[in-house]
């Protein structure tokens, strides 16, 4: 994949596939997202790890995008 990597708030409502957060000293990447009542979400990261965000949880993500696509904004 090709871009560069930014550092970008989430949260529930903004969260994407491919972004890469860092817990406990450990890089997991999103792989998939459940939908939960309330607005919520259940990430599944490629370890095969979860982790659940609520619609109140911020947390910071490095998002991979391409520069290319920015620039015409």
Do not use: C, Y
């Not at 890469?20 to 919520?40: C, E, K, W």
């Not at 990261?45 to 290319?68: C, E, K, M």
């Amino acid at each position: 994949m090709t871009g560069v990597l930014i550092s970008i708030e989430i949260d529930a409502a903004t969260v994407r596939r491919g972004d890469q957060l860092t817990i406990g000293g450990q890089i997991f990447t999103v792989a998939d997202m459940t939908a939960l009542p309330r607005n919520g979400k259940r990430l599944h990261f490629t370890t095969g790890d979860s982790l659940t965000l609520r619609p109140t949880t911020i947390l910071w993500a490095a998002r991979r995008v391409n520069p290319r696509r920015l620039r015409g904004r």
